[in-house]
C-alpha cells in the first residue's frame, strides 16, 4: 500500500514532528501539492480540496474527503452552510464597526483584522460581527466521527486566541449541550480529523470554523494523548 501524504514544503519544515510519525506509523511518503503520482492512500494536510478531487476521480481513499477541505477552506462558505443547517453563527457580512475581518481562506489568525472603520468593509472577505468574549475560544477535535479532546484557549494581550500567536491553552470539558452542539456539526459534514472552533458569547458557545487540516501542538504540550498516531491507526482500519 502507497500512502502519501501531502504538505508543501513550508508547513512539512513547520510540522515536521507531525510528518515524522506519518512516516513512522503509516510509512508515508511526504510530497508536495503539486504531485500527481501513484497512490493507494491520500492524507491531504494541504488544505487543497483539488487534490482530494483528483485522487477520488480515481478511486483513491482521500483524508479528509474533497467535500470537506473545500467546505472548511472557504469560511464565507462554512458559515452559510451552517447558518442554514441551523447551527449558531456570529453574524456575516456586518459592516458595522467594530467587525472583524477574515481572510475566507485565512489560516491561524493571519490577516485577521478588528476593524473600526465602516469604510474597511470588504466583500471579498468574511466580515464579521465580534463575540462578546474576546481572546478566548474552544477548539475540539474530531477523529472517525467522535469527540477526542477539548481545549479551551485564551490571549491575554490579543483578541485572537490562536496558540500559534503566543495563546495560552488548558483542558477544557464540554458539557452535555456544547457536545450536543458537536456531534449535531459532526453530522453535518463528512471529515476524518478536523478541528471545530467556537467563539464565546453571552455566556454560550457558538460556532467559528471548522479546521481542516488541524494541528495537535496544544495536545502533545499538554500531555493529553497521542492523537496523529491514534489518526494513523484510524486509517489503517478504514483501508484494511
Not at 514532528?17 to 492524507?43: C, M, N
Not at 450536543?180 to 472552533?197: C, M, R, T
Request: charged share 30%; aromatic share 12%.
Amino acid at each position: 500500500m502507497k500512502c502519501i501524504l501531502v504538505y508543501s514544503k513550508k508547513e512539512a519544515r513547520r510540522n515536521a514532528f507531525s510528518v515524522q510519525k506519518y512516516k513512522s506509523e503509516l510509512g508515508a511518503e511526504l510530497v508536495t501539492p503539486d504531485y500527481r503520482g501513484a497512490a493507494d492512500v491520500v492524507i491531504n494536510r494541504s488544505n487543497d480540496y483539488r487534490i482530494a478531487e483528483y485522487y477520488e476521480s480515481r478511486g483513491v481513499r482521500v483524508f479528509n474527503p474533497a467535500f470537506f477541505t473545500r467546505l472548511a477552506n472557504d469560511k464565507q462558505a462554512t458559515y452559510d452552510f451552517m447558518e442554514q443547517n441551523g447551527v449558531e453563527i456570529m453574524p456575516t457580512r456586518y459592516g458595522k464597526p467594530p467587525f472583524v475581518k477574515k481572510p475566507r481562506d485565512g489560516h491561524g489568525g493571519q490577516g485577521v483584522l478588528m476593524c473600526t472603520s465602516a469604510e474597511e468593509y470588504d466583500e471579498s472577505a468574511v466580515c464579521q460581527k465580534p463575540a462578546s468574549d474576546l481572546g478566548r475560544d474552544l477548539r475540539v477535535w474530531v477523529l472517525g466521527g467522535e469527540i477526542k479532546a477539548s481545549m479551551l484557549r485564551v490571549s491575554k494581550t490579543d483578541f485572537r486566541s490562536n496558540f500559534c500567536l503566543g495563546g495560552e491553552a488548558a483542558p477544557y470539558a464540554l458539557s452535555k449541550a456544547q457536545a450536543a452542539l458537536v456531534k449535531k456539526i459532526i453530522s453535518l459534514v463528512e471529515g476524518d480529523y478536523y478541528g471545530v472552533d467556537f467563539v464565546f458569547n453571552d455566556g454560550r458557545i457558538v460556532f467559528n470554523e471548522l479546521e481542516d487540516a488541524v494541528g495537535a501542538r496544544m495536545l502533545y504540550s499538554a500531555g493529553i494523548n497521542d492523537i496523529i498516531k491514534e489518526y494513523c491507526d484510524f486509517i489503517k482500519r478504514t483501508v484494511s
